[in-house]
């Protein structure tokens, strides 16, 4: 049986993922840093798993061409074929007739 990762093995493979990702594009910590517009103890603590904020690696991200990851994250909330048939419609009440109204059909 398969356990969830801790939020330190996450921060960890993370780290790892983005150093090769920088590496691939033939970039240093501190060009990285300078692009993206962070410090460079910011790009250190990505990469070595000690975690950043959502904003240094989103910076980060779009600098390496990979900002594509980032909707894969957050992908757009629909509601299933399934789960539409499961709800149910909102009941609505039927109207009286008025009063006046009776009269003057009669």
Known sequence: MKTAKSVEEWE?????QM???RLRA??????LAER?????????????GKGATLKTLIKMLR???RADWLSSLAPPVSISPLQ????KPARQRASRRR???DAGDA
């Open 36 to 48: 993206a517009g962070i410090g460079l103890t910011a790009v250190k603590n990505v990469e070595s």
């Open 84 to 87: 539409m048939l499961k709800a």
């Open 99 to 101: 009063a006046g109204k």
């Open 19 to 21: 150093r090769a990702l």
């Open 26 to 31: 033939n970039l240093d910590q501190i060009s």
């Open 12 to 16: 960890f493979v993370l780290g790892e």
């Open 63 to 65: 600098v390496l061409d």
